[in-house]
Each structure stands twice: as C-alpha cells, then as structure tokens.
C-alpha cells in the first residue's frame, strides 16, 4: 500500500486546477440506465471509484468507453442484460445503491446487494428501499440483497408518481428518487429533498436528456415522468470538496494560492468559517484566491448541515486548521456518527483535541510536529496531508488508498505549489 510522506513548514503559493465532482459524477454515471442512448460526461476525474462503478454498469450491460487524458466517459446501455448488482462491487462503493432506482425505473426490475458497513457510521440506505416503495415497488430483503420489482398490477409494471417527504436529509435518496421519478407515470414531488449542487448538476443532465424537473436546488423537487429519456453530453460540476480540501492548504501554511475554476457558490460555508479564522477568499477571473492574512488564525466553531450549511465532507480539515488556531473551537459533525477518527491522529502531531458526544473541543497549538499518522477514510486523509503540510519535520501518511479515491493528482497538485511531498509506493 502506497503512502505519502510531507516535509511541512512551507507556505503555498500558486495555482491548483480543480476536478470534477466525484459524488455528482457517480450519479451521473447511473443516469446512463435512464435511456437506450448515449450519455457523455466530460470533466471526469480520474479516481478508483469511477473505475468501480463503470465495472458495475459494465455488468450490468453497459458498453463503457473512459478516455482517462480526456476525462470523458462515453456509456450506453442498450439492454440491461443482467439487472443484478453484485456484493463484490457494491461493497466497494456505497454509492452503487444509486443503481436501483433507475433499473427499476427502466425495466421494472433490479436486484442490488445491500451496502455493509461504513467508517463513517452506519449509513444505512432505508430511505432510498422506503421512497421507492412508496412509488410503487416491491422489495424482498433476502441472503444480502434487496431484490426490487414493480409488479404487472402497478401501471404494467412502471413505478407510480408520488408525493413523498425524506424523514432526514439524504443526498443519496434523493439522487435515486429523482432518476427513478423520471420515468415514472404521473407527476413526483420530493419533499425535504437534499440541495447539494450535486443534485442541481444531476437535474440538469436528467433535464437535458428530457425529464422534465422542476425545483431542483431548493427542498422541493417536482418531476413529470416521460415515456423515455435521450442520451446527451454533460459537463461534471466542479468538486467542491476537492476545492474546499485544497483552499485549507493556503490557510494553514500562511500561503497565497488560486483554485482554477473554483467557485465561490459552491464553498460560501467554508469561505464564511475562513473568512472568521482570518483567511480571505476572493473571486478572481480564474476562479477563486485564497490567502492567510498576518498573523495567527482565530478559532473558529462549525456544525455539519445539509448544504448550504457547512459540509460533513470539509469537517476533518477544518479541525486540522483549527489545530493552530489562537483559542479554542469546538466542532460538531451532525450527519455521520463516527466521523472523528482523524483525532487521534492528528494528537500524534501534537494537536489538542477532546471529544465529547458529537462535538471536537479543538484548542490551538502553536506548532504541529511531523509524525506517522493512519488514513482511515477519504476527508481524514486528506486532513493529515493538510496538517502535514503546516507541521515542523516529517508526516508520513499511510493507507492512502482512501485518499486516491477522491482526490487525483494530489501530490502534483500540492507540489505544483511548492510543497514538499512525494508518494512512497510499496507494501505496508
Ligand atoms: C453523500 O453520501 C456523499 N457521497 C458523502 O460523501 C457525503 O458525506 C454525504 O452525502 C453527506 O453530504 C456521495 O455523494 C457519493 P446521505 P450519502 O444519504 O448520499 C442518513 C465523501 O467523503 N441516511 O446524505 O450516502 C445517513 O446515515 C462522502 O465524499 C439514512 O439514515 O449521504 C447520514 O447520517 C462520504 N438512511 C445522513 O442520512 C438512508 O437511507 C445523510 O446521508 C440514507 C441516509
């Protein structure tokens, strides 16, 4: 297993180019089940999970052309030859969920392993099995697998429009029941819907491949369900936690850099909580520029909420730029119960952190120390890498395979701006 070893105590300055969206693209990729056509996505990053979820589609019988230089995805499913997605690739990947609605959508039919556990908690999936229920499907929960189906009796066997109301905020759910809503009979209005941008860019895609939506963005989603949708050719949306990830690397360094194609609408949380520690954030034609006025940063308190309140996702690397903060911070993750494993972790380094309940009590130090510190999944190792950066000596990061699953390039991206940072491949 690879690892990441940062020389830290340099400010960064530069450019870094951000990728597309890893969690709106993997939507995106499962929308291809919506019609017989073509779908292209541009803008694609290269990461171990797109690779996943095209080896899912693939089994499920799409034909899967990924120009990785390009960053273009050309797929289409003609047929689904096999409507049964498999627990050695959906265990990989929770979002392989996000295939159900839309087969039961198209063929009235799908069969998907039940995701396992999570590092981050339990994330179960019960909203997205109980909406699609509610629209008109059938689901027997047997040996691991949820098999789905929409009986003859139900409008000859296509899901039925509904009005249903999430009990919880799910990015997820609502990307399943917005794909599933659009080949629905009848006219489906999701309340409580999530309002990531993921969503809105997944809207626009199904839009333009003529679902017809309305709402998409704000807590209300209406969709009209068409006979049939087209292939199309769609942008991936900017990863905004890849860019609110890499906007933290100026802050804690005391350093100057520009997020090429950063926007600010996608971030303004994040820009809010650096704007208090005392990094400023300005649109720029390029996109957006990031840097550390004088002096020590201020603490700064944060809570995870559903966008546009401040993102689960962007939790771990703010409490690593807390850690240096002058005073203390407190840091509640509201959405995942067990998303404080980079903690002890950075306690390694010398941060100061206690844990009561759901919230961090994050007190300053003046200075991190390099350590050997553990990735355990995706927004922590990236956390570490950030500490590193700003430590005094030496941070080697391992298991950074969590980390290669949502950010690419990364160390070309950071070194680009003067880090000192390289991959060590090899085993553990
Ligand atoms: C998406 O996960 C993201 N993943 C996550 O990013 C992100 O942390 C999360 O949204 C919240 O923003 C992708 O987009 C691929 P949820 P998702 O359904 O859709 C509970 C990353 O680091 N819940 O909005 O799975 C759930 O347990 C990843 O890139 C249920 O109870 O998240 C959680 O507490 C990690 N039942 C809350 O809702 C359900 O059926 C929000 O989860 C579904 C969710």
Same mark, same amino acid.
């Not at 530069?14 to 709106?24: D, R, T």
């Not at 499962?30 to 996505?41: G, N």
């Not at 087209?230 to 890849?242: F, N, Q």
């Not at 844990?355 to 553990?374: F, Y």
């Given at each position: ?8 105590g340099?400010a %960064? ?28 996505l541009?803008?694609v990053p290269n990461?171990?999970?797109i ?8 089994s499920?019988g799409?034909?899967?052309t ?5 960053n273009r995805?050309?797929?289409r ?7 049964? =997605?498999h627990?050695?690739?959906?265990r ?10 839309p087969?039961?959508?198209r063929?009235?039919a799908?069969?998907?392993?039940l995701?396992?556990?999570c590092a981050?908690? =339990?994330?179960?999936?019960?909203l ?11 689901l027997d929960?047997r ?5 789905a189906s929409v ?7 296509r899901?039925?429009?509904v009005?249903y109301r999430?009990?919880?905020?799910s990015v997820g759910a609502?990307?399943?029941l917005l794909?599933?809503?659009t080949l629905?009979r009848g ?6 819907a999530?309002r990531?941008?993921?969503?809105v860019?997944? =809207? ?6 003529g ?19 087209s292939g ?7 990863d905004?936690?890849?860019?609110g990830?890499?906007?933290?690397a100026p ?5 100057d ?13 994040? =820009?809010e909580?650096?704007?208090a520690?005392g ?6 034609p390029q996109?957006l ?10 603490p700064?308190s944060i ?8 993102a689960?996702? %962007?939790?771990?690397?703010m ?9 203390t ?7 995942f119960?067990n998303?404080?494993?980079?903690v002890p972790?950075?306690?390694?380094m010398?941060?100061k952190?206690?844990?009561t ?5 994050v ?8 350590a050997?510190?553990?990735?355990t ?5 990236i956390s570490?890498l950030l500490?590193?950066?700003a430590?005094?000596g030496?941070?080697?990061?391992s ?8 950010y690419?390039r990364v ?7 003067g880090?000192?940072i ?5 085993d553990?």
């Amino acid at each position: 297993m690879d690892k990441i070893a940062v020389t830290g105590g340099r400010a %960064l300055h530069g450019s870094i180019p951000v990728s597309g969206s890893k969690n709106a693209c993997l939507p995106l990729m499962t929308a291809a089940l919506l019609t017989d056509q073509t779908l292209t996505l541009t803008n694609v990053p290269n990461l171990a999970d797109i690779g996943t979820l095209s080896s899912l589609l693939g089994s499920l019988g799409a034909s899967v052309t990924h120009d990785r230089d390009a960053n273009r995805l050309d797929l289409r499913v003609a047929r689904l030859s096999s409507p049964l =997605a498999h627990y050695d690739i959906v265990r990989k990947m929770r979002a392989s969920i996000l295939v159900l609605g839309p087969m039961l959508a198209r063929d009235g039919a799908g069969t998907v392993s039940l995701p396992g556990g999570c590092a981050i908690g =339990a994330r179960p999936v019960d909203l997205h099995l109980r909406g699609l229920e509610a629209m008109g499907a059938t689901l027997d929960l047997r040996d691991g697998y949820v098999h789905a189906s929409v009986p003859r009796s139900v409008n000859g066997g296509r899901l039925r429009g509904v009005s249903y109301r999430f009990p919880v905020v799910s990015v997820g759910a609502t990307e399943n029941l917005l794909m599933a809503a659009t080949l629905a009979r009848g006219t489906t209005r999701l309340v409580n819907a999530a309002r990531e941008p993921e969503i809105v860019d997944l =809207a626009e895609c199904l839009s333009s491949m003529g679902a017809q939506i309305e709402g998409a963005g704000t807590s209300t989603i209406e969709i009209e369900g068409v006979d049939a949708l087209s292939g199309t050719e769609h942008r991936v949306i900017a990863d905004r936690i890849e860019m609110g990830s890499f906007m933290i690397a100026p802050a804690i360094t005391g350093g100057d850099v520009i997020l090429e194609g950063g926007r600010l609408d996608l971030v303004s949380s994040l =820009a809010e909580a650096l704007d208090a520690a005392g990094v400023s954030v300005e649109e720029v034609p390029q996109g957006l520029r990031v840097r550390r006025r004088n002096g020590r940063l201020n603490p700064v308190s944060i809570v995870t909420e559903p966008f546009p309140g401040y993102a689960t996702d %962007l939790q771990a690397q703010m409490m690593a730029l807390m850690t240096l903060a002058e005073g203390t911070s407190s840091i509640t993750e509201q959405i995942f119960e067990n998303r404080f494993m980079h903690v002890p972790e950075l306690g390694r380094m010398g941060a100061k952190i206690e844990i009561t309940g759901n919230t961090a009590q994050v007190t300053g130090v003046e200075s991190l120390r390099g350590a050997p510190v553990m990735a355990t999944d995706l927004r922590a190792s990236i956390s570490l890498l950030l500490a590193g950066l700003a430590a005094q000596g030496e941070t080697v990061v391992s298991r950074v395979y969590h980390l290669d699953r949502g950010y690419e390039r990364v160390e070309e991206k950071l070194r680009a701006c003067g880090a000192s940072i390289e991959r060590i491949s090899g085993d553990d």
